[in-house]
């Protein structure tokens, strides 16, 4: 703002330069505002000054594991498990999987905490719901601790190089805000050694050097779109435009950037993968299965979508066997799991396979798990206690008591314009991204619709059989709406307007 001033400044200067004191005016004028904008601007300083934030999160490895395997989270989006025949499905969609199935340990009832993969993948990575991070949908970004409290940072602490192969402006997580997470992400290096004098500012003015990094990025992509150096990428529309997704923005260069990382990349390492083929509308595969062309004339056709599944569990294959020519395979841990449900339903279970090294766990569980379960299960797979700002619970050690599983959904504000989607700038309190929270406990799922707050919806359905430690009746809907209401408070939202 002020380099804006200043150019307005001198270019009256300039036109003034016959007159001294027009000249002596303008300079008059411009000290007068600069003391104005430098006075507003220490105001902004003082009321947006935080508490230092810790900027470090160092982990001590207890000597119970000398060799720390190598992590790969290799994900495909909105996959249903009901798809999926290592769950039963008619058709063989996963040849792959059901071959290692006897190696794995298979969770049969897995859920999101996100209906869509912004607050899927932030669930994941940081261990925490996405109401209290409050990173739901785009343009939700981790802010304040959280921007330093997930799980890569504690993976760091532990030695591991950190990799990320997704997509940019999408769900990467430099995009994201997760700071010093990763050193590779989407096929570039990140230098995560921030200064001491950005640490010093980032700590004590976070949403301040959020802004300003926001801006500069924004005008840098714009300027290097103009001098041609490279084009703007709607990612919301490269995710949904299925098999016309170019090669170089596609899985296909997904897994040529993994298998570089698998080769050349420092041990240990952590991959998280996130494939798009089942993402739909239209599906991304390679080559057709249960179809004869790649050609999609209608959206959400089942055909396609099991033909990217397929395509996901032939990766994985692919994969696999890299490791086992490398020697690798039982010094990595795999986990084969999806961020949502396909069209974003959040009444479907998704896939969660874990191959331990050495197959150490093997294995199908029938008990209810969640995204956010996975980070801490991994940690203390490795020895480590997971720390106490995780919400989720290790899915090795965990007793056999039902817990709820919240899950939330956008706001209706989100729109969609001929493929495009697009975020209305009319979020408002007290829910802002959020427009209905969910919860699954026990075979039934209960939602609260908050879109309309002077009309709130509220509904129920039985999503799958109960198990074993379900009690032998169902919660009385009142009680589901009131944890549902008091989760939302406990997560420091403001529920006075909730009335139901």
């Not at 899915?395 to 709820?404: A, D, F, G, I």
């Amino acid at each position: 703002m002020i380099t804006l001033f200043l150019i307005y400044a001198i270019g009256k200067l300039a036109n003034g330069n016959s007159n001294g004191g027009i000249i002596t005016r303008h300079i008059r004028s411009l000290f007068t505002l600069m003391a104005v904008l430098l006075g507003i601007s220490s105001v902004s300083l003082a009321v947006s000054y935080h508490q230092p934030l810790s900027t470090e999160y160092e982990v001590h490895l207890p000597p119970i594991k000398d060799d720390l395997p190598n992590i790969i989270f290799f994900a495909a989006d909105g996959v249903n498990s009901t798809n999926m025949s290592i769950y039963g499905y008619e058709r063989v969609t996963t040849p792959f999987m059901d071959s290692i199935a006897h190696e794995s340990l298979v969770y049969m009832n897995h859920w999101t905490n996100s209906a869509k993969t912004t607050g899927a993948v932030g669930s994941l990575l940081s261990g925490k719901y996405p109401t209290r991070t409050k990173v739901i949908f785009r343009p939700d970004t981790f802010s304040g601790k959280d921007m330093f409290q997930h799980f890569p940072r504690v993976l760091r602490g532990l030695g591991y190089y950190n990799i990320d192969i997704s997509l940019r402006h999408y769900i990467d997580p430099e995009d994201l805000k997760m700071r010093n997470a990763f050193d590779y992400a989407n096929n570039r290096l990140l230098d995560n050694r921030d200064s001491v004098v950005k640490n010093f500012f980032l700590s004590r003015w976070p949403t301040s050097v959020q802004f300003f990094e926001d801006n500069w990025q924004r005008l840098y992509q714009r300027l290097a779109h103009l001098s041609g150096y490279t084009s703007m990428v709607n990612p919301h529309k490269l995710v949904n435009q299925g098999e016309k997704v170019p090669d170089h923005r596609s899985d296909i260069d997904r897994m040529d950037q993994l298998k570089y990382q698998i080769l050349h990349a420092p041990k240990p390492f952590f991959a998280n993968v996130h494939l798009l083929g089942p993402h739909g509308k239209k599906f991304d595969y390679e080559k057709p299965v249960f179809t004869k062309t790649k050609e999609q004339p209608n959206r959400w056709m089942v055909d396609h979508y099991d033909n990217a599944i397929y395509q996901w569990d032939a990766y994985s294959r692919e994969i696999y066997q890299l490791l086992d020519e490398l020697g690798e395979l039982d010094n990595t841990l795999l986990i084969f799991s999806s961020d949502h449900g396909k069209r974003h339903k959040v009444n479907e279970t998704l896939p969660l396979i874990i191959r331990f090294p050495n197959q150490e766990h093997t294995g199908s569980v029938k008990q209810a798990s969640q995204r956010m379960d996975i980070a801490p299960t991994v940690l203390s797979f490795l020895g480590v206690t997971p720390p106490e700002w995780m919400d989720g619970h290790s899915l090795l050690s965990r007793s056999k008591e039902v817990y709820p599983i919240f899950i939330v959904n956008s706001s209706k504000q989100q729109l969609i314009n001929a493929g495009e989607w697009k975020v209305s700038a009319n979020l408002v309190p007290p829910f802002y991204s959020l427009g209905t929270m969910s919860m699954a406990y026990c075979g039934m799922l209960y939602s609260m619709d908050i879109n309309n707050i002077n009309h709130i919806l509220l509904s129920q359905e039985r999503v799958h059989a109960k198990t074993a430690t379900c009690p032998a009746t169902d919660l009385e809907p009142e009680l589901a709406y009131d944890m549902i209401f008091t989760h939302l408070k406990d997560m420091g939202y403001d529920v006075g307007q909730l009335n139901f």
